[in-house]
């Protein structure tokens, strides 16, 4: 039903731009001078056609099963029922009315579901006839303005105007819907769970909330030692840390080599190649890293007399680097390019070699930049999720030995997440307290690395 | 004195040596990386594209599978599979004890009455007949005739007993072991049987997740990099909008899928697991990424175009929409493949709303649950089974050379039909 008015509303736009330009043609065989192209003839009338008819026809299908709820659950509004038993009410006649109720019908239900039913025919019926009237009135309005060959260009030209307008708010509302998601979870679990418990706590066991049942979830002396933040607010920054440590120095390295020392032909094949480093998806960097890097340096470990976890952060540490080699190598690349050319051959006029005039005159000038690229690369660390969910550990250790294995921030919401979850229970409210502090942890690091990059490139412009 | 300072210049150019060699060592390391990676994925997966066969001869034996004379296509369709199944297989020893009919069983893939049944569907005639049948081989037997399991193990170690290896062993020498091309890795859907799983349902969840993704991020995307490149007034606001796009880009991808779980799935109530609910939380992830590269490529068209277009009469949308956004086309389509390419590698958010589920069906619309190729990859590597290793490594082949293909297209499209300005 839907979906046939759908067409039909798009098949009398499309009939509607015809006919409009077929009346701009008509016009001007009188002679008369067209106030725009005839194609805008033909855009005012479809707009007009499709649009109003488009915004009742959604508005109808956002209320509409509200509505009816409303309606039906009228009858049963001063018995005393509970909300979540209205709920069930509803569900089931709902079920009945399409025929897939299996329960025991008592004739309550049976009255609404008939109820329901006529209900929704009424609904459908007047939705067509009320999209219908629309349409003719705005038409005739539209066509009217034509006839009287006023201006079309404009309003169709503002009519786009808004719609490039409000698709560049996308952007905008993708960041409302990420804190909206975010915040209420976040506010509930912190009703349940001090702030100070969940910054400053040292135990993360999420599992222990798990077995408790739902008529002690409010007692918040329960999950004291349950939520501490800590050990994995340590092991996020402890990965990261072990990533930058292998991803700075190659990074850079090559970065350096590839902008100053590189011929044009080894600058053209080994760029690319590093660059598909960054192209391959990070589940089989994880997939690399459980099953080559861990238990290679599980046997290396043996070998020296160490023990290593299969599951080490070093491995996941390790590999999540060579993911961020080519972010580091490649911005700094840019940057050290962008470096003037005036600045080389000042050093090199004094008699410095190349490397010093890199080490003392170069990287100085690029510092801001290059800590700008490292700032993305540190970012992007804290948010790799796959590596460390396939490679290092999923219980929350608190440790700063690399052998051992650790837990991350994104690791821990894919812990909690996967499978079913509940809304309203304190484990997944805590997946998106933990998403919260990512996001703004993230934010802070982009805003002061896309400033400074910014910064940098301003100066030498 | 002199002496002193060819030391020092000596010593200058040895630092320059060291120097030029970290950078040349940071690239070999580099570059060493991404070969050991191609090469561990390309040797651990190359294997998963064959498949090992046991050829068993079977008597269809009316008598055990309840058939009548004459049996029409109905009844051969129903008849009973187990029991001519389960004595060709015991008959491959005939000494065999219970035990050992039990292990024979075990042998083939749980699917052997199924293939035998479409042997009899292709050829009726056979009713009373033996003929050797290709039974597909139990993982592990697969994983023994590939030479990936260590046959050394003590026998409590392994899950093929020391009675199947002789048994299959014999089946070697007698050349009643084939291995062939592995068609159904491509045409199954997901399974917990090594030797059945397939890729067909994770590919098309990721082909209706992308789909989805194009169709709202592409458009999206492209308007609002027409207004902000062409119409946009400099103010505040747009400022704002600037650095939203520019934070999105760099979001962790696994908040994306928190925002997909607590709106998509909790307010919205959309369909879990579906391509639908990931292809829409995919497309908010590309966003960003397309509207930078059709910023870029709307700003690389050279202002004389607009005033050429102005000066003959156009208005600024007629400007833009007939000459300037079709320009800048190239540009922004080769950005939206790297967009789709990275969002088709993705897997975090694709986990948090559900598509991880198991999936044995292939789906028919972006409404059906489904996996795809990258949850895909985590779901068979997390699981314990010898068979799935090479499965994992192999499915890897498979995203990469979609991966390679699309950057190869971008790649081309920019080349070719890009203007370049002068």
Known sequence: MNLILFTFIVLLGFTSYYFGRKKAYSIQSTKKRLTALPQFYGYYLAIWCAIPAFIIFSLWAIFEPTIVKLLILSDYSNQGYLDDELNLIYEKTKALSRGQFTGEITPFIKASAEKYLSLRSIAQSSKAVIVLSIIIASVAYAYKRISSNSRTREPVEKFLNAVLF???????????????????????????????????????????????????????????????????????????????????????????????????????????????????????????????????????????????????????????????????????????????????????????????????????????????????????????????????????????????????????????????????????????????????????????????????????? | MNKNKEQLLNKRYKAEKRFRLYGQSAIFMALLFLTVFIFKIFSTGYSAFQKTWLIVPVTFDAELMMLEQNPSKEDIQDADYYDIALKSMADLDPNANEDQENELKRMVSYFFEKEIKNELLNDPSLIGKTKEVYLTASDDLDQVFKGNYPRDLPEDQRRVSDYQLKIFDQLVANGKVESKFNISFFTNADSREAELAGIASSFMGSIFSILVCLMIAFPVAVLAAIYLEEFAPKNRFTDFIEVNINNLAAVPSIVFGLLGLGVLLAIFQLPRSTPLVGGITLSLMTL?????????????????????????????????????????????????????????????????????????????????????????????????????????????????????TMNLFAQIIRHKFEKKWS
């Open chain 1, 166 to 461: 409000t698709a560049s708010l996308a952007a905008i509302l993708t960041t409302v819907g990420i804190v909206f998601s975010l915040i209420f979870q976040t506010i509930d679990f912190f009703k349940v769970i001090p702030l100070f418990d969940f910054v400053f706590g040292t135990h993360w066991y999420p599992a222990k909330a798990f077995v408790r049942d739902s008529s002690e979830a409010l007692d918040p002396t329960m999950y004291s030692d349950t939520f501490g933040a800590v050990p994995i607010f340590a092991g996020t920054f402890f990965i990261a840390f072990i990533a930058m440590c292998v991803a700075i120095p190659i990074g850079l390295m090559s970065g350096i080599y590839l902008a100053e020392y590189a011929s044009y032909k080894v600058r053209q094949y080994a760029k690319p190649l590093i660059e598909i480093l960054a192209g391959i998806p990070t589940v089989v960097y994880g997939f690399f890293a459980a099953l080559t890097v861990g238990p290679f340096l599980k046997e290396l470990g043996t070998s020296m007399g160490l023990e290593v976890s299969a599951e080490s952060a070093l491995a996941a540490g390790g590999v999540m680097g060579i993911m961020i080699i080519p972010f580091i190598s490649s911005l700094s690349d840019d940057v050290i390019t962008s470096v003037p050319q005036s600045l080389r051959d000042g050093s090199y006029a004094m008699g410095a070699t190349k490397s010093e005039t890199i080490k003392r005159v170069i990287f100085p000038a690029a510092l801001p930049g290059i800590v700008g690229s490292i700032l993305l690369g540190v970012s992007r660390a804290i948010g790799e999720t796959m590596i460390v969910v396939m490679a290092s550990g999923l219980a929350a250790n608190l440790t700063l030995n690399p052998l051992e294995s650790t837990s991350t921030i994104t690791a821990q919401i894919v812990v909690i997440l996967i499978g079913d979850q509940a809304f309203g229970d304190p484990k997944t409210q805590a997946a998106f307290a933990l998403g919260m502090s990512l996001f703004l942890v993230t934010l802070c690091l982009n805003i002061v690395a896309l400033r400074v990059v910014k910064k940098y490139r301003e100066k030498y412009e």
């Open chain 2, 288 to 404: 960003p990424t397309i509207i930078i590269a059709a910023r870029a490529s709307l700003k690389a068209v050279p202002p004389s175009i607009r005033e050429a277009a102005l000066a003959m009469g156009a208005s600024r949308m007629q400007t833009t929409m007939h000459h300037t956004v079709p320009l800048s086309m190239p540009g922004t389509l080769s950005g939206t493949i790297i967009g789709l390419a990275q969002a088709l590698g993705e897997t975090a958010p694709l986990i948090l709303i559900g598509m991880v589920a198991f999936v044995n069906t292939i789906p028919g619309s972006p409404m059906d649950p489904a996996a795809s190729l990258p949850v895909q990859i985590y779901i068979w590597a997390e699981s314990a089974e010898r068979g799935f290793v090479e499965k994992v490594s192999a499915c890897i082949m498979v995203l990469l050379g979609f991966l390679i």
